[in-house]
Nanobody, 123 residues
Framework: RVQLMESGGGSVQAGGSLRLSCIVSGYTYNSGCMAWFRQLPAKEREGVAAFDFGAGSTLYADSVKGRFSISQDTANNIVYLQMTSLDPEDTAMYYC????????????????WGQGTQVTVSS
């Protein structure tokens, strides 16, 4: 059974950095797409970044370009989200997700999700 597990969330002051990790178990991801999303209560899940294993390319939401970076450690089946210059508006529950095809930043394309890790940025 394939599972995703996020870690690395926490509380940080504005301007700080965090690195989130998503560990994949039960499958070796060397194709398809893995992505990071975030969600506030009563809000839609927002795509933040995605990594296309086939193309070796990345995709970012405009709101995080230049501040967030997605990367992967294929040997250990981990996908990272490095977040810098954090702003209180980045506060959310962050989820990693996976799909077998190309990358999109829309949650409806993904069928495998982790349980989430909370990021709180204070001003």
């Amino acid at each position: 059974r394939v599972q995703l597990m996020e870690s690395g969330g926490g509380s940080v002051q504005a301007g700080g950095s965090l690195r989130l990790s998503c560990i994949v178990s039960g499958y070796t991801y060397n194709s398809g797409c893995m992505a990071w999303f975030r969600q506030l209560p009563a809000k839609e899940r927002e795509g933040v970044a995605a990594f296309d294993f086939g193309a070796g390319s990345t995709l970012y939401a405009d709101s995080v370009k230049g501040r967030f970076s997605i990367s992967q450690d294929t040997a250990n089946n981990i996908v990272y989200l490095q977040m810098t210059s954090l702003d209180p508006e980045d506060t959310a529950m962050y989820y990693c997700a996976a799909r077998s095809g190309s990358c999109y930043l829309a949650a409806s394309w993904y069928n495998l999700w982790g349980q989430g890790t909370q990021v709180t940025v204070s001003s």
